[in-house]
Structure formats: C-alpha cells, structure tokens
C-alpha cells in the first residue's frame, strides 16, 4: 500500500521553529516531485513549496519564501521542510503530496497524498 506520512507538527510559539518529515512507504520518492500544502482554518488547501523531481529545484509561495527550507533525503525516502520564524498565519494542517510530474504545487497533479498534520503558531 502506497502511503506518506507526516510527523512533526505541533505548537510552537511566534518565532519559533518546526521541522516536518514527509516518509514515503512502497514507492520512491525520487522519481516524485513532492510538495507541501496547507490548509488553515476556513480557506482553500495551497501550495508552499515544492521539490522537483528532476534536479530538486525547488519552489516557494511569497508566503514562505526565506523562511521555509523544503530538502530531501534519499537514503531515508524523506522530505523535510525546516520551518523558521513561524508566525501565527502558519497554523494549519500541513499536507505533503507527490507526483509524477515536474512540479507539483496545484492540487490537480497530486497522486498521493499524506494524511495531514497540524502545525500551531501562537503565543
């Protein structure tokens, strides 16, 4: 069963850091490229930041873009995304998704989505 995971959400106070791990099962990543969503409380599910799967380029939203590091570790069938200077407009649930395309930063190229985890920014 094809499946990604998440883990490392959780609360955390303005300013502060988080580091999310996407973990594929039963398929490669590397031939994927893989990106994060998110979706926070009464808007639309977006795109933040992507890892391409031919030469890992990688993509940001405006919203993340100096903050957010999106990574990928082969050896372990992992992506990271290190997220710095959170702010509270970062809660959401964080979705990690792959596809078989170049780029995957819209909903409609996604093959496989993780489950979600929720990511708390607040004082």
């Known amino acids: 069963q094809v499946q990604l995971v998440e883990s490392g959400g959780g609360s955390v106070q303005p300013g502060g850091s988080l580091r999310l791990s996407c973990t594929a099962s039963?398929?490669?990543?590397?031939?994927?490229?893989i990106g994060w969503f998110r979706q926070a409380p009464g808007k639309e599910r977006e795109g933040i930041s992507c890892?391409?799967?031919?030469?890992?380029?990688?993509y940001y939203a405006d919203s993340v873009k100096g903050r957010f590091t999106i990574s990928r570790d082969y050896a372990k069938n992992t992506v990271i995304l290190e997220m710095n200077s959170l702010k509270p407009e970062d809660t959401a649930v964080y979705y990690c998704?792959?596809?078989?395309?170049?780029?995957?930063?819209?909903?409609?190229?996604?093959?496989?989505w993780g489950q979600g985890i929720q990511v708390t920014v607040s004082s």
């Open positions: 998704a792959a596809a078989r395309a170049l780029w995957v930063i819209v909903e409609s190229v996604v093959d496989y």
């Open positions: 039963n398929f490669t990543l590397r031939y994927y490229a």
């Open positions: 890892i391409s799967s031919n030469f890992g380029s990688t």
